[in-house]
């Protein structure tokens, strides 16, 4: 039984901080690329950051230079620390685990989070 639970989130201000955590109960997780994504109301949802099994991360250009992903596969955890956050930034954040070869692709049930003064 696969599950994949974000925490993190919350309200910050503008120029603020948060560190999104994604807690995966799955096998073999190290093999797992594991992305963020985000979705706000009437926008379709963007991915944010993506972080394969040996830790290469990208990121959109939206965000680059303020978040960073980071996993640590020993704890089954991947992290997105969110630094100069905007008010544009404020969505739901989700989590994503995939494996292809195993067609595996899993979903958390995301983490609000909102920038406003």
């Known amino acids: 039984q696969v599950q994949l639970v974000e925490s993190g989130g919350g309200l910050v201000q503008p120029g603020g901080s948060l560190r999104l955590s994604c807690a995966a109960s799955v096998r073999n997780f190290d093999r797992y690329t594991v992305d963020w994504y985000r979705q706000a109301p009437g926008k379709q949802r963007e991915l944010v950051a993506s972080?394969?099994?040996?830790?290469?991360?990208n990121y959109a250009d939206s965000v680059k230079g303020r978040f960073t992903i980071s996993r640590d596969n020993a704890r089954n955890t991947v992290y997105l620390q969110m630094n100069g956050l905007k008010p544009e930034d404020t969505a739901v954040y989700l989590c994503n685990a995939r494996f292809a070869p195993l067609r595996a692709d899993y979903w958390g049930q995301g983490t609000q989070v909102t920038v406003s003064s």
């Open positions: 972080s394969r099994n040996f830790g290469t991360a």
